[in-house]
């Protein structure tokens, strides 16, 4: 993947983070509250490292709040 790319992927995730904070939603990562910019910036400094989302729906089926896990377990 070319630095363009990436840099493309990271503003899409940014983007697509901004929209789910401007519509209410909570974001964590590994249990902490976090900013869409904090997910972006750990996203592009842990090149090794991979984060899975859980998503926490209220009553309605509406995402209540987006969780990011480091699944290899490195902090």
Do not use: W
């Not at 509250?33 to 899975?52: F, K, N």
């Amino acid at each position: 993947m070319e630095i363009g790319d990436t840099a493309h992927l990271y503003r899409d995730l940014y983007t697509e983070l901004e929209n789910y904070e401007k519509h209410g939603v909570s974001m964590l990562m590994n249990g902490c509250q976090v900013s869409p910019l904090q997910i972006v910036t750990a996203h592009m400094i842990r090149e090794e490292g991979c984060y899975m989302r859980d998503y926490v729906l209220d009553p309605k089926g509406y995402i209540e709040s987006l969780a990011f896990v480091n699944i290899n377990g490195n902090n």
